[in-house]
């Protein structure tokens, strides 16, 4: 082994190190001051995205397994489901960073680690721990309803319309676990790749940029998934079957694919129109709480997805 070699392998372990031990201190403050978590939470990938990235992802895996034992000797297991999904999807992403791979697809492969991981950790608590998270959450949600009613009893008023719903919401909730880990895969993958780029370009690393929103676009097939998956879900299905929990957890994801589509042709117009980019961001922010803008929006990516609407006001404008 020459002497380039060597100081390249020290060079790597010892940043790995350095990365490892930085994870570690991130993980005891959000395991052990709670305030800190939701925070840190959204930074603890980034070491693996940093060192996967500069080294591959086989050094990247002898990370994980070094960040992981040190997480259950510090944390027992408190820390490990966090150890678990930032490796998982820190080495996923940093791979890609490392091929130099475009950041969208880069996110996508992100995405389907978190999952995967999100999904590993369901079925350990379910099938080792015989806990089940989401029941968890629902027997939460049904204290929260109990008290509400009670309050309400006491005040010598009957049970409100809205907490009826709300009670049918709870039920429904229970069935629509896919949905929730899909989401929360997805959110969480783009929002570390944003963190990991802002990190990544203060050191000089060179990273994939992701391309204007504008002229982001999701496969075409969708739609045809969301027209025949929109069909039946309100023609309706048997209650408590298979078909019915696929449509209520594949239906809101076609949805919010639809409606992502259509504010990415409200900001190709302002772009093309040179209208100022706080409308569209306006637009996007006020349709998260108003939903005749979210519908106007998923109308607008049906109708981009079938006609390519962005094309012909390209051709518009030139």
Not at 6 to 33: C, H, N, P
Request: charge should be neutral.
């Amino acid at each position: 082994m020459d002497e380039v070699t060597l100081l390249q392998q020290t060079r790597r372990v010892t940043e790995g190190a350095v990365l490892s031990g930085v994870f570690i201190v991130m993980l005891l403050l959000a395991v052990f001051v709670p305030f800190l978590s939701m925070i840190l939470l959204w930074f603890l990938p980034l070491p693996f995205i940093l060192f996967t990235a500069r080294y591959g992802w086989k050094p990247g895996i002898v990370m994980a397994v070094v960040s992981m034992l040190l997480s259950v000797f510090l944390t027992a297991l408190t820390g490990l489901p966090f150890a678990v999904l930032s490796a998982v999807g820190g080495i996923a992403m940093g791979e890609m960073m490392s091929r130099r791979k475009e950041a969208l697809l880069t996110a996508a492969a992100a995405s389907v680690a978190y999952i995967g991981g999100l999904t590993a950790l369901y079925a350990g608590s379910v099938l080792l721990l015989q806990v089940d998270p989401i029941s968890v959450l629902q027997d939460i949600m049904r204290q929260s309803a109990e008290q509400a009613q009670s309050m309400l009893s006491s005040l010598g008023q009957e049970s409100s319309v809205e907490l009826e719903q709300y009670g049918d919401m709870i039920d429904r909730f229970g069935r629509m676990g896919p949905l929730l880990i899909v989401f929360t895969g997805v959110l969480y993958a783009f929002l570390t790749q944003f963190i990991a780029h802002a990190v990544m370009r203060r050191m000089n690393m060179e990273v994939e940029a992701f391309p204007p929103f504008r002229n982001w676009n999701i496969p075409r097939s969708l739609l045809w998934y969301y027209l025949l998956t929109f069909i039946v879900y309100w023609v309706g299905v048997e209650e408590g079957t298979a078909v019915q929990t696929v449509v209520w957890n594949l239906f809101p994801l076609l949805e919010t694919a639809m409606a992502l589509q259509g504010f990415t042709v409200i900001f190709y117009y302002c772009y093309s129109k040179s209208i100022p980019k706080a409308l569209p961001i306006l637009l996007l922010v006020f349709g998260l709480i108003l939903p005749f803008i979210l519908l106007l929006a998923r109308m607008l990516g049906i109708i981009d997805l079938g006609f390519q609407l962005k094309k012909r006001l390209e051709s518009d404008t030139k």
